[in-house]
């Protein structure tokens, strides 16, 4: 089997389209629909159903792409292990976490970072679901949550707090509640129930509340949306402290509830125990961390 056959059909496999895989090969459609015609004759099996609206691997297609899945993962972690420097970190770093972590509070960092190793270059995939480390879809990830995969380190880096908080035009306007049952009488801006990046994210829809939760005035799915639309003074919100903390124009109220608290942990593969990229960004990291009040 060729190996250019095989990264074509992988990227179509994981696509669902030709279109989408030429976009991501940078070849046509056609050509696409070219080398994927010859594996299978070469192969004289079907690999894909074709359908109107798009494709569907068949079972001999989902055999061949679990296999050339791990072959390139294989491939891709050796690249990464023979390209660092024995000397000082090189090479590229892949990194995901939270949508609204990582933007908030990790990518204005990511620059002293690189000046500090500046043979180090970070790809940063921003998404509130969880990579697969083990298959190479990131080299090391920032989470919510302890990891369920298994074979993976993982490190606990610090305890997130969440709190309430409203604009004071909003509050001037509509009060401020001094017990968690007031919250009835005033509008709630939730994360929504869009794939949230932790679990109980809508805490405060139920706090002080012995029946179903409040309905919100607002549901988004984005930690920085709900920030602009508190501090717009749309309503009252729980967000975490890395983002209030940040922000001007907000007002911390209720402070004496309890609230939810996130651990958080640094992951990645076993076979980068011994990574440089991975130990000096981790060290980077908790000096940053630190820092916060």
Do not use: C
Not at 102 to 123: I, M
Not at 200 to 206: F, T
């Amino acid at each position: 089997m060729d190996w250019d056959k095989l990264r074509v059909f992988h990227a179509v496999a994981e696509a669902g389209s030709f279109t989408h895989a030429g976009d991501s090969l940078s070849l046509s459609q056609s050509a696409v629909s070219r080398q994927i015609s010859a594996l299978e004759e070469a192969l004289q099996v079907p690999l894909f159903h074709r359908h109107a609206r798009g494709l569907i691997l068949t079972e001999q297609g989902e055999s061949l792409n679990r296999t050339v899945r791990e072959v390139f993962a294989k491939l891709a972690m050796t690249e990464a292990l023979l390209t660092e420097s024995k000397e000082k970190p090189a090479g590229r770093l892949k990194i995901t976490t939270t949508v609204g972590f990582g933007s908030a509070w990790l990518a204005p960092r990511l620059p002293g970072f690189l000046e500090a190793y500046p043979d180090v270059t970070v790809s940063l995939i921003l998404d509130d679901n969880d990579l697969d480390l083990a298959m190479r879809e990131a080299d090391v990830a920032i989470r919510m949550h302890p990891p369920k995969q298994p074979d993976l380190v993982q490190r606990h880096l610090m305890t997130l707090n969440w709190h309430i908080y409203a604009a004071p035009a909003y509050l001037a306007k509509h009060g401020t509640p001094a017990r968690g049952e007031e919250l009835d009488r005033h509008r709630l801006i939730l994360f929504g129930d869009y794939n949230p990046p932790i679990a109980e994210i809508n805490w405060l829809a139920s706090l002080g509340r012995a029946g179903a939760p409040r309905r919100a005035a607002l549901e988004v799915n984005s930690l920085h949306a709900m920030l602009l639309a508190i501090r717009g003074g749309l309503g009252l919100g729980a967000l975490p402290d890395y983002l209030a903390a940040e922000t001007a124009g907000l007002q911390r109220i209720l402070p004496e509830v309890s609230v939810p608290r996130v651990d958080v942990f640094f992951v990645y593969p076993e076979e980068l125990r011994n990574s440089k990229r991975i130990a000096v960004f981790r060290d980077f990291l908790l000096a940053r961390l630190a820092e916060m009040p």
